[in-house]
């Protein structure tokens, strides 16, 4: 009986790590949890959970001021993790005082970075860039102090292409 007992706990946990590679293949919203997550752990020494944080879109690397479906999932996706790590965020998806570009989401430019910040009391912001690759999309992610600039916490991470992948980078 303890035999069969060790052989279906063994079966189990094959077949449970098959179906985690099977997933590690499709993107999906574990790798930007999991970077998010992160970005929290790093920062969090830094990080005030009774102060805001804004996210900003995720932006192409080779254009700035461009962004993608995939850019504002990634972004939304972050917001998910900081808000269940117990952190105040600033939903910019509704506000109307920050510049939206049709098509592209919500950008922090440089130069209104630090005035969105005071207004909303921000204690930093969330923002990211992509590249596109051949079979991977590499992220890089920061939470940046609103006040001073100064990077309080990054990580880096890709992401594979697929069907859905190609999808969101679509605009």
Known sequence: MKALIR?????AGVL???CQT?????YGINDNHAAAQ?????????LDRNKPLIVASFVNINDLSESSPLGRSISQQFATVFT??????????LRKDIY??????????SRELKNISHDHHAQAVIVGTYAVGETRVYVTAKVINADTSVVISAHDYSIPIDK?????LLK
């Open 22 to 26: 099977l997933n590690d293949k499709y």
């Open 7 to 11: 052989i279906t706990v063994l079966a």
């Open 84 to 93: 269940t790590n117990g952190y105040r965020v600033i939903e910019m998806l």
């Open 38 to 46: 992160q970005l929290v752990n790093y920062g969090k020494m830094h």
């Open 164 to 168: 859905d992948t190609k999808a969101l």
């Open 100 to 109: 939206i570009k049709q098509n592209s989401g919500e950008f922090l430019l």
């Open 16 to 18: 449970l790590a098959g």
